[in-house]
Nanobody
Framework: QVQLVESGGGWVQPGGSLRLSCAAS????????MGWYRQAPGKQRELVAA???????IYADSVQGRFTISRDNFKNAVDLQMNSLGPEDTAVYYC?????????WGQGTQVTVSS
């Protein structure tokens, strides 16, 4: 059973930065893709960024140019560098991996952007 452990959430002022990390219990090359979703109160969960096994990545329009997804092959981890954060980025962020065509989720980490 694949397990995911997230870290790096917290509170930051508008314009600030945070870095999220998600460590998997197995090789990340086992996954078709991996990345991050987020869910704000009263809203549906939405894709933030994902990186495919071949290395290509996709981003939500709302975070393009501000967020960067990367993976650490040695740590079996996927990171999300978030810059120029605004209140609209406040949400619970969930790491996911596509393992054998099934999404497996992390427990979620809260990101709060406020002054």
């Amino acid at each position: 059973q694949v397990q995911l452990v997230e870290s790096g959430g917290g509170w930051v002022q508008p314009g600030g930065s945070l870095r999220l990390s998600c460590a998997a219990s197995t090789s990340i090359f086992s996954f078709n893709s991996m990345g991050w979703y987020r869910q704000a109160p009263g809203k549906q969960r939405e894709l933030v960024a994902a990186i495919r096994r071949i290395g290509s990545s996709i981003y939500a329009d709302s975070v393009q140019g501000r967020f960067t997804i990367s993976r650490d092959n040695f740590k079996n981890a996927v990171d999300l560098q978030m810059n120029s954060l605004g209140p609209e980025d406040t949400a619970v962020y969930y790491c996911y991996v596509d393992y054998r065509s099934t999404n497996i989720w992390g427990q979620g980490t809260q990101v709060t952007v406020s002054s």
